[in-house]
């Protein structure tokens, strides 16, 4: 398979390896990416999967917490330009999109895009949505949403950045007042900004684990001295490599962002908190929209559009 530039670029961007040790990976696996980026990591070669994905397309990602607290919902609404996503008329529209999600029974976004608008029988949200298109005159997509209810405790959000970013944790708890209610928007704000991908290490699995220390083998052995160790040190290498690894992944191992000894974990942070009310808290869940995640964004070469019209 002939090896593009963009190929090329687009695994750079990806993994953060030199252009040359892209296009070496790209060649060994056929133009497979994500072999590539495997190649890459057991090369050592990958600094990491900092972009797994490239977040291009505009939007907003959009919080709406009930009344009492109990349940909240998280939508993402997308738009062509970063214009409309600014603008006031969409955003008030994604206002009753997380409106409509937080009252939904909807189990997915077929059922939903089905569903009569905000009481209205006589259109569906899908209708709604034509309609708007034809208002702001922008290609417009309810993307997804995501509801979580909280039976035990509250629902806590947070929306980075103008709607870039939206965020729910779920928090069981036996008592709830402001400074408990201040714990969840910061740990909210963790999760915005550090982008764990796992809440607690029990939710990871067995083959996950075992596949990353297939990994950090795979780059010991091509370690010239690392490889020269004793099986023991290099076993001892890897549980402490998977153990770091772990705890930057995993919310509640990390350290907490405000912590003023640079230590303190965001579990060692809840712990606190409850102490200091006397209540049990947990955080049992969280979920982490950012507009575009996984989409690609259309690249307008502005020159030839000119171009082109002049031409016409």
Known sequence: ???????????????????????K?????????????????EKGLATA?????????????????????????????NSETDFVAKNEKFQAYVGEVAAQ?????????????????NGDASKTVAEALAAEIAVIGENLKIRRFEKVVEANGFVASYIHAGGKIGVLVDV??????????????????????????????????????????????AQIMNDPKESQKPEKVIKGIIEGRVNKELKEI???????????????????????????????LAVKSYVRFETGEGLEKKVEDFAAEVAAQRKG
């Not at 060649?27 to 980026?37: L, Q």
């Not at 797994?52 to 909240?72: C, F, N, Q």
């Not at 069981?172 to 201040?182: L, R, S």
Request: charged share 30%; net charge negative; hydrophobic share 50%.
């Open 1 to 23: 398979m002939a090896i593009t530039a963009a190929m090329v670029k687009e695994l750079r961007e990806k993994t953060g390896a030199g252009m040359m040790d892209c296009k």
């Open 25 to 41: 990976a790209l060649a060994a696996t056929d133009g497979n990416e994500d072999a590539a980026i495997e190649w890459l990591r």
């Open 101 to 117: 999600a937080l009252a939904s029974d909807a189990a997915d976004m077929d059922a939903f895009m089905a569903e009569a608008w």
């Open 172 to 217: 069981e708890a036996d008592v709830v007042n402001d400074d408990i209610k201040e714990m969840a928007r910061n740990i909210a704000m963790q999760v915005a900004a550090l982008k764990p991908l796992y809440t607690t290490r029990a939710e990871i699995s067995a083959d996950y684990i075992a596949h990353e220390k297939e990994v950090l083998l």
């Open 49 to 77: 999967q900092k972009k797994a994905s490239r977040i291009a397309a505009e939007g907003i990602a959009y919080t709406l917490v009930a009344e009492d607290g109990k349940s909240a919902v998280v939508v993402e609404v």
């Open 250 to 280: 995993c919310l509640v191992d990390q350290i907490y962002v405000k912590a003023e000894d640079g230590k303190q974990t965001v579990q060692q942070y809840i712990d606190s908190v409850a102490k200091a009310n006397g209540a049990n």
